[in-house]
């Protein structure tokens, strides 16, 4: 279905955190929208997609900027404390149209310069992978999540249809951890999986973190509850895994595999380290 794509010049970049992520000073969304369009993404109950009056995963609002403006404007937030930033709490910064308008590469270009505390990357792309030259100047301070949230393809083509599939995810956390880079996959949102997941993530990455539903999407699982998602696992005839202890079998197959102390759960899994660099 085709797209609506718009250009937009924000007046700021960065947005003070608040709620779930308070481990944060700011958040950086380079797009308003996701292309992806999850099935259970929380940010469709939020007022950025409800008062849109568009489909979610059909519109997208690209953040066009001038980068000595980025740049004086986390120079500026860097005076006043700690600069710890998540990016990206409302959208992926690595969705297809970050190939042809290179937005993030173009903020990481002004962050390797003038480095943040602490920079969070959550996406679920393997575009990620194009930026490791960037990433390299920010390693000491920097973690990258990949969003690997199961190992069944069927799974991911019944709940996710426009995300990349799960492969080449996987193909791109091997890169990133051949490189050094300091990442992690994120079963989040715990989705119905295979005996074999925790060995097929343990062979790309050395940290983990689970989250789901009820933990993660800011609600006790009321949002994923009003978008119809059991309705979706009743019709894959997965109706098991759609259950606030579901996740606790992913948990104990990771921890056949993983040391305890690379395995975080929910929120613990998405903030900054206290030590200032990740392990």
């Known amino acids: 279905m085709k797209k609506t794509i718009e250009h937009k010049t924000p007046k700021q970049l960065l947005t003070p955190t608040r709620g779930y992520l308070k481990g944060y000073s700011h958040t950086l969304n380079p797009y308003m929208g996701c292309a992806f369009g999850c099935s259970y993404c929380y940010v469709r109950r939020l007022p950025v997609a409800l008062f849109k009056g568009q489909e979610w995963g059909l519109w997208i609002d690209v953040k066009t900027f001038e980068k000595d ?26 969705q297809p149209l970050e190939h ?10 002004v962050m390797a310069e003038e480095p943040p505390d602490f920079l969070f990357v959550q996406t679920r792309s393997p575009l990620v992978v194009r930026d490791a030259d960037l990433f390299q100047k920010l390693k000491d301070r920097l973690l990258i999540s990949v ?28 890169q990133l951890k051949e490189a050094g880079l300091p990442t992690q996959a994120a079963v989040s949102p715990v989705l119905p999986s295979s005996e074999r997941f925790a060995d097929v993530l343990k062979a790309v990455v050395s940290r983990v973190t689970v989250d789901d539903y009820f933990m993660g999407d800011g609600s006790g699982g009321r949002r994923t509850e009003s978008l119809g998602i059991k309705k979706i696992y ?20 990771l921890r056949a595999v993983f040391p305890a102390s690379q395995i975080y759960v929910s929120l613990e899994g998405f903030l900054p380290p206290a030590s200032g660099t990740v392990d």
Not at 72 to 94: N, Q
């Open 69 to 94: 403006r980025f740049r004086h404007e986390l120079i500026r937030a860097k005076k006043k404390g700690a600069v710890t930033i998540f990016m990206s709490s409302s959208t992926d910064p690595y």
């Open 100 to 109: 042809r308008e290179r937005i993030t590469r173009s903020l990481l270009e």
């Open 147 to 174: 969003t690997v949230e199961t190992d069944r393809e069927e799974i991911r083509k019944a709940l996710t249809p426009w995300a990349p599939p799960i492969p080449t995810r996987l193909k791109a956390l091997a």
């Open 234 to 253: 009743e019709q894959i005839g997965e109706t098991d895994w759609y259950d606030p202890s579901a996740y606790q079998t992913v948990l104990d197959r």
